[in-house]
Nanobody, 125 residues
């Protein structure tokens, strides 16, 4: 497992941008796929984006394709989520997650064994 700490959330107007960061501690980071999930009030936690251990493969939820970009810097033990053209429906607590996840397993919460505490993103319309 790794310890994960998210940052970068906040309040932004619709159409604006935010970049979330997730700092990891622990040697397993470079072997872990990393994902971003979000949870809005009254809703279940849902998949947003994921990236494999090397950064060569990414996967996105249909709702964020073309607007969000996930990336990672293994030298800094950090994964990022660049969010552009934000919409009110993107409002949620965003969670960083890590685990030995591959391919079709990326969107499933079950494969991830490490979770951050979450960071709030609020988009005003």
């Amino acid at each position: 497992q790794v310890a994960l700490v998210e940052s970068g959330g906040g309040l932004v107007q619709a159409g604006g941008s935010l970049r979330l960061s997730c700092a990891a501690s622990g040697r397993a980071f470079t072997n872990y796929a990393m994902g971003w999930f979000r949870q809005a009030p009254g809703k279940e936690r849902e998949f947003v984006a994921a990236i494999n251990w090397s950064g060569s493969y990414t996967n996105y939820a249909d709702s964020v394709k073309g607007r969000f970009t996930i990336s990672r810097d293994n030298a800094k033990n950090t994964v990022y989520l660049q969010m552009n053209s934000l919409k009110a429906e993107d409002t949620a607590v965003y969670y960083c997650a890590g685990g030995r996840v591959y391919g079709l397993g990326f969107p499933s919460l079950r494969g991830y064994d490490s979770w951050g505490q979450g960071t709030q993103v609020t988009v005003s319309s």
